[in-house]
């Protein structure tokens, strides 16, 4: 079956920040439970789930894939976001440096759909971008994926809607009465990234 993980790499440790996480990316964590590295790197995370593992140097964060497809950024970071299929052969890699991109690649079942940005230095030895995800997981985290224990202590989170969160709610001013708009039809074209689906 091979791996099928996405994620996000920083390269820092924010266990004790991680609200740092929740205002870089947008987020509201809920604390669920401790878990093992092992539970938390496994294939198909499912949606609204967020399992973090943090090493001496780096943090870990493993999510469902469809969160992975746009990159994510933080000051002062470097920040690896990628998805792994090795089921249906799509990748995508996307890393930022204090809040810009400079590495894009989009790839699936051998087509490129993205390649933006400075070549890394793996590059210039491999052109295989699962190959290129594992370099960067180590290089970005400063620790070896397949060298961590599966037993190590990793935490999973809920990913919760802002519901808590005041809104103003605008004010709505009548309009005159007209007819409704006629629906239209739209293609929809497929995404690369829904042939892991």
């Given amino acids: 079956m091979g791996f099928n993980i996405a994620g996000i790499v920083i390269n820092k440790n924010l266990e004790n920040s991680i609200e740092s996480i929740e205002k870089a990316f947008s987020w509201n964590l ?12 496994e294939n198909w995370k499912e949606e609204s789930i967020c399992d973090i593992y943090f090493s001496s140097n780096g943090t870990f ?3 469902n894939m469809e969160m992975c497809i746009d990159e994510y950024k933080m000051k002062d ?42 070549k890394l230095e793996i590059e210039y030895t491999t052109n295989d971008t699962s190959e290129i995800i594992w370099n ?13 224990e599966p037993s190590e202590k990793a935490f999973r989170y809920k990913l919760l ?16 009465k007209q007819e409704p708009p006629k ?13 892991w689906k």
């Fill in 61 to 63: 964060i493993f999510l």
């Fill in 77 to 118: 970071s470097k920040v690896l976001t990628y998805a792994l299929s090795e089921t249906s052969m799509s990748f995508n890699v996307n890393i930022t440096e204090n809040g810009f991109i400079t590495r894009s690649l989009m790839e699936s079942d051998g087509q490129v759909f993205v390649n933006k940005g400075e």
């Fill in 161 to 176: 809607p802002f519901s808590e969160k005041i809104i103003e709610t605008p004010t709505i001013q009548p309009i005159e």
């Fill in 30 to 41: 809920g604390f669920v439970e401790e878990i093992k590295f092992e539970q938390a790197s």
């Fill in 136 to 148: 960067q997981i180590e290089k970005i985290s400063g620790e070896n994926f397949w060298y961590i």
């Fill in 183 to 195: 629906p239209q039809i739209v293609k929809i074209e497929k995404q690369w990234w829904q042939f």
